[in-house]
């Protein structure tokens, strides 16, 4: 009788951590496939816990730490999430369901005065508890089932939440002092009370989860928002002083002829040779640094040259005619100012005589669909380099590093091909990006 009981609870556990996880993860297989796996878990930790021969009980922790080994491993093979969800919620799963299970008990014999021995050999009794623990469980799921959905996994794991499985851990320490207590009933009672305090933490700290996240989420996506919003407003910036030099230029261009030509009517080359000596030595300084016929991109690289130029950076540019270039341009705008943002910051990491980068926008026509070519290459310190993220060494690190996973998600939504790589002091990142938008017009202009 004790056996099955043992394996009907065993079943119902497992069964119950399937639907408080349903509540926090996705799964990795659906119907008869999951529940197959879900068997032989149920049937592993039955054995584990029940057959196989062993001397030790809660009193000792290493029956806390097997037991949540192998819940974990159930959990790693049946659903999907990020591993510091999975910590969280696991332990802190494992800390409610095993707090919610001792608490009907230890409540029971503190109002009855029963002692244990005789709670356990009360087998009417007893069995009662067993399906009232179940019932408890049952209704702590619900619960949890009600507040919370399976939310979408995005983002990078998040330091705060392994963090928090303090106050489970915590738990975990005060049901091992609860079982340690037993012959003490001053003591016992000081740690069941203990108990009921800490499952409630955990409770709360479970139902707080995904709107903590959520609020990190949003905290993260207003701090996105508001560099997209900076770049766009130095680009807007850059391109009107490139307009407006350019008008003043032309201004002045036109009194400079005037003079010439006066010079000239009057038959006075040299002192026409003169002036233009004189010209040549006042206009030092491009108004562009480049001119690819394209305003927003020639913003772009205009801004960021002269912003690396007076960093000292040994800057090169290889462009050509960006003017058919219909790629989204506040997408266009975004990447391209991470990337030469990034580059110019890891410059001024350097000595002056080792700053150097070379910018590429290449548009080649030919492709089909039109493909721009745009590559940063800078001197650099050495980096490291996991996956797409690059890890920030700014302070606060959660409010900065998100230039890179910018690109990043623009690159992904356009599925475009992209090379990141660091290799004897530089760092290259080069990306080919089909210009969709034009693949009409140019197939209709070669027809």
Not at 117 to 145: D, M, Q, S
């Amino acid at each position: 009788m004790g056996y099955v009981l043992s394996i009907l609870m065993n079943a119902l556990r497992t069964w119950l951590l399937t639907k408080l996880w349903d509540s926090f993860f996705t799964r990795r297989f659906n119907g008869k496939q999951f529940w197959a796996y879900w068997l032989l878990w149920t049937a592993i930790i039955t054995v584990v816990l029940n057959v196989l021969p062993n001397d030790y009980d809660y009193s000792n922790i290493i029956r806390f730490l097997i037991e949540i080994a192998h819940e974990y491993a159930m959990n790693l093979m049946l659903y999907r999430s990020r591993w510091d969800r999975r910590l969280f919620v696991v332990i802190t799963g494992y800390a409610c369901f095993f707090s919610i299970s001792v608490l009907p008990e230890k409540a029971w014999l503190l109002y009855s005065g029963m002692t244990r021995t005789e709670y356990v050999y009360n087998k009417p009794l007893y069995t009662a508890f067993i399906f009232l623990r179940g019932l408890c469980l049952v209704a702590f799921v619900i619960l949890v089932r009600h507040f919370h959905t399976p939310p979408q996994e995005n983002g990078k794991p998040r330091a705060w939440i392994p963090a928090s499985t303090l106050f489970p851990l915590c738990t975990l320490f005060v049901l091992y002092r609860v079982f340690n207590a037993e012959g003490a009933a001053g003591e016992n009672d000081a740690w069941t009370f203990c108990l009921l305090v800490m499952c409630a933490v955990d409770m709360v700290a479970l139902f707080l989860l995904d709107q903590l996240e959520s609020t990190a989420q949003m905290r993260e996506a207003l701090a996105v928002a508001h560099q997209r919003a900076e770049v766009q407003s130095a680009n807007v910036k850059a391109l009107g002083n490139s307009y407006k030099a350019q008008r003043k230029m032309t201004h002045e261009f036109r009194g400079y002829l005037f003079a010439l030509s006066d010079m000239l009517a009057n038959g006075d080359t040299e002192a026409a040779q003169s002036y233009l000596d004189e010209l040549k030595v006042r206009q030092t300084e491009r108004i562009l640094l480049v001119n690819t016929h394209n305003p927003i991109i020639d913003a772009i690289l205009n801004q960021k040259g002269y912003a690396a130029r007076e960093q000292d950076i040994d800057l090169h540019f290889e462009i050509n005619d960006l003017s058919e270039v219909a790629i989204p341009s506040v997408d266009l705008t975004v990447v391209m100012s991470n990337l030469l943002d990034n580059a110019i910051e890891a410059c001024e990491k350097l000595e002056k005589q080792q700053r150097r980068m070379t910018v590429k926008a290449i548009y080649n026509k030919s492709d089909n669909p039109p493909t721009l070519f745009f590559s940063v290459k800078n001197a650099s310190k050495p980096v490291k380099i996991f996956g797409d993220h690059i890890p920030t060494t700014k302070p606060e690190p959660e409010l900065h590093g998100f230039g890179l996973p910018n690109v990043m998600d623009i690159l992904h939504k356009y599925d475009v091909f992209y090379l990141m790589d660091y290799k004897d002091g530089s760092f290259l990142f080069c990306l080919e990006w089909a210009d969709a938008a034009n693949e009409k017009a140019v197939a209709a202009a070669q027809k």
